[in-house]
């Protein structure tokens, strides 16, 4: 049916920007309420804590591993298809779980396929603010992150709440139909016109292969479309930074999933253990669009990915705080410390990994980012089940996430700040090549050509008094002759008067 299309920037923006930290706040709020469940899904199971970690280890990795597949369906169908899809595959789930009688029934279900579904309707979320917003797209995103804040503080509450009245089976039910106002959401998006035309396909000629051939040719072209592994080859820089990251999930999401086991364990009333997830929540609510418009500052720009750094390794010393002491006020100030490096981590991991890669690899590169994140977040839960299982002690889990997230930090910054000296040195041999090529033509002429050796033994003459002994070697490398422009002038004034050359005009 024809649709009238919505103008960029207009009134109508606003109200998908509502619609949007609706959307966050349904979907990335979800998964930090998982711990509320987990002594109540482990009694009634007989599991251990290994088999029930599971559980949020699947929903949170699914959550993050399905990007490019939510980019397919937009690129097919749209963000508004999507992000309804994604609401009613969300809430099936939840209904589905509420009926399971195993936790193979429950990994399915209340992982799996909400996880899918959370995926589509947040991703899909985010898409669509790019279209809508141009002029304030850094202010609409900041906004937008808000509701993953609300979320993390109303979704803790509104489970403890309908636990003690409903049960585990009965909160699913419900969450199925809260879960249902995605496809809400999903309906105020309305099409948005752009300022690129649609382009006109014409039908390739069938491929000569054999159908099995074709389907592999054409799934080989679709993974190379949306995973950058050629950038994870040849870009050393997004390499050190998967890798980091990948390591530090292994402990980042822990505190989330155990921190009210944890407070329990220490005797702290259940209504209090609720409360320190909603305190994480609440204060991110005010520290991360304050972290976002910081990490945007141009002062900020050539250090973020230390920042980054340096937030990851504030997060994991903040864990030693808690694995020391299972008092309530004391969980009370380290959710507050948790909630300033977590504000810092959320606002710098996308924005460090536009600094590495060029904008037009970007979601080639965020696609496999994701997808590998989402592995680590499949490993990380049952890992701390496991130790849990082994030493029935909830500080080594604390102590295992700080492990992972120190170390990643460590490894990060070190790595980066080699890559850096290595990238200064490479630069500074190229600008010696580069000065000794422009004065040696301009001695000689703009005309008159040098070849390699006679540039290489005319450099070996005496170096003149007052000329840096770096700036006088054999030339690496040729290079045009405008680049001298970039030099300083008093490098080249300190030169020229040396050797009694002019000044090239």
Not at 462 to 483: D, F, I, M, Q, Y
Request: proline share 6%; glycine share 8%.
């Amino acid at each position: 049916m024809p649709q009238a299309l919505e103008r960029a920037d207009g009134s109508w923006a606003w109200v998908v920007l509502l619609a949007t930290m609706v959307t966050q706040g349904l979907t990335l709020g979800f998964p930090t309420c998982i711990g509320i469940f987990f002594t109540e899904l482990q009694w009634e199971f007989q599991a251990s804590n290994s088999e029930t970690s599971w559980f949020p280890s699947i929903l949170t990795a699914v959550l993050h591993m399905a990007g490019p597949l939510c980019s397919i369906l937009v690129g097919r169908f749209g963000c508004r298809v999507t992000v309804m899809l994604g609401g009613v595959l969300a809430s099936l789930g939840m209904v589905a779980s509420s009926f399971s009688h195993n936790l193979s029934q429950l990994y399915f279900t209340a992982g799996f396929i909400t996880g899918l579904g959370m995926c589509f309707s947040f991703q899909s979320s985010i898409t669509v603010l790019g279209f809508y917003f141009v002029r304030r797209r850094v202010l609409a995103n900041a906004l937008a992150s808000m509701g993953v804040s609300l979320g993390i503080t109303l979704w803790p509450l509104l489970s403890r709440y309908l636990l003690e009245n409903l049960g585990w089976r009965g909160t699913f039910l419900v969450f199925g139909g809260v879960f249902l106002h995605c496809c809400i959401c999903g309906a105020i998006i309305r099409p948005v016109a752009t300022s690129v035309a649609p382009e006109t396909k014409e039908c390739p000629p069938p491929p000569p292969e054999t159908p099995a051939l074709g389907c592999l040719a054409a799934c080989g072209r679709t993974i190379q479309r949306h995973l950058a592994f050629d950038i994870l080859r040849h870009n050393t820089g997004y390499c050190v930074y998967i890798l980091g990251v990948m390591w530090s999930v292994l402990g980042f999401p822990l505190p989330q999933v155990f921190l009210v086991p944890y407070a329990m364990w220490h005797s702290v009333d259940e209504q209090q253990a609720a409360l320190l997830i909603s305190i994480i929540g609440f204060s991110n609510i005010f520290l991360r669009p304050l972290a976002g418009l910081m990490a945007g500052r141009p002062a900020f720009a050539s250090h973020r990915k230390y920042l980054f750094s340096l937030a990851l390794l504030l997060n994991g010393l903040t864990n030693l705080v808690c694995a020391a002491s299972g008092d309530f006020w004391v969980l009370v100030g380290y959710c507050l410390a948790y909630s300033v490096s977590m504000s810092g981590i959320g606002a710098l991991i996308f924005q460090v990994l536009m600094d590495i890669v060029p904008m037009d690899q970007f979601p080639r590169a965020l696609g496999l980012f994701t997808v590998l994140d989402g592995l680590a977040f499949l490993i990380s839960p049952p890992l701390a089940g496991l130790l849990l299982d082994a030493t029935n002690n909830f500080s080594y889990v604390f102590y295992m996430s700080s492990f992972f997230l120190i170390s990643a930090a460590l490894f990060m910054g070190g790595s980066f700040y080699a890559l850096q000296k290595k990238e200064q040195g490479k630069q500074a041999v190229a600008a010696d090549a580069l000065e000794r090529d422009l004065f040696l033509e301009a001695k000689d002429g703009p005309g008159k050509q040098r070849s390699p050796e006679i540039m290489c033994q005319s450099s070996r003459q005496p170096r003149p008094a007052g000329v840096n002994k770096h700036l006088w070697g054999c030339p690496a490398s040729s290079r045009t002759s405008h680049e001298w422009l970039l030099w300083p002038k008093a490098v080249l004034q300190a030169k020229q008067t040396a050797l009694g050359w002019n000044s090239p005009t």
